[in-house]
């Protein structure tokens, strides 16, 4: 079964740094565009971080300048390098990507299953 499995989420404290993964599991021909949103209690879903499948990559304002996204596509995995954490972080991390698994060929969104991140003040 295709699907996103993200890992690297935990208790961190302000000014600390964290680095989640998302590696694509199962029989995937491709990893396209992969990005990283955070939702936390009561808010939207935003878009922290986000690279495209040629490599172009954009961030969320409140992010900017403290986040690095990374992809592999030949190891179909990306990384979201996170520095200068803050208490206004806190938030399950998602990761998104589109996948071309082998059985279908045809490219499909996925989302990873979320991991939780907690910045002490």
């Known amino acids: 079964q295709v699907r996103l499995v993200e890992s690297g989420g935990g208790l961190v404290q302000a000014g600390g740094s964290l680095a989640l993964s998302c590696a694509a599991s199962?029989?995937?021909?491709?990893?396209?565009?992969m990005g990283w949103y955070r939702q936390a209690p009561g808010k939207q879903r935003e878009l922290v971080a986000h690279?495209?499948?040629?490599?172009?990559?954009n961030y969320g304002d409140s992010v900017k300048g403290r986040v690095t996204i990374s992809v592999d596509n030949v190891e179909k995995t990306g990384w979201l390098l996170m520095n200068g954490l803050k208490p206004e972080d806190t938030a399950v991390y998602y990761c998104h990507a589109v996948l071309t698994p082998v059985a279908s060929e045809i490219p499909k969104e996925y989302w990873g299953q979320g991991t939780q991140v907690t910045v002490s003040s």
């Open positions: 199962g029989s995937v021909a491709r990893l396209g565009a």
């Open positions: 690279s495209t499948d040629i490599g172009g990559t």
